[in-house]
Nanobody
Framework: QVQLVESGGGLVQPGGSLRLSCTVSGSIFSLSATGWYRQAPGKQRELVAAISVSRTTNYADSVKGRFTISRDNAKKTVTLEMNSLKPEDTAVYYC????????????WGQGTQVTVSS
């Protein structure tokens, strides 16, 4: 059974930094594309950053230059480093794990709250 466990959310002041981690159980991590999404109150869930099996990365325009996604296949972990945080980054952040082709699998974590406020 595949489970995604997120950690690292919290309250931070504007301009601050946080690191989100997502650890995956099961054996499909290295075969999967993975990424982080977020959902703010009253808004749709949106892609924040993604990283492919070959480690190609993709970022939302709103976080380019501030966030960095990385993966460690040996530890089955995907990490999102968030710097220069803004109040508009406030949201629940979700880890995602999916098959790179044919939509064979698509898993979500439970979400972790990130609040940017003074």
């Amino acid at each position: 059974q595949v489970q995604l466990v997120e950690s690292g959310g919290g309250l931070v002041q504007p301009g601050g930094s946080l690191r989100l981690s997502c650890t995956v159980s099961g054996s499909i991590f290295s075969l999967s594309a993975t990424g982080w999404y977020r959902q703010a109150p009253g808004k749709q869930r949106e892609l924040v950053a993604a990283i492919s099996v070959s480690r190609t990365t993709n970022y939302a325009d709103s976080v380019k230059g501030r966030f960095t996604i990385s993966r460690d296949n040996a530890k089955k972990t995907v990490t999102l480093e968030m710097n220069s945080l803004k109040p508009e980054d406030t949201a629940v952040y979700y880890c995602n794990l999916r098959s790179p082709v044919s939509n064979k699998w698509n898993y979500w974590g439970q979400g972790t709250q990130v609040t940017v406020s003074s």
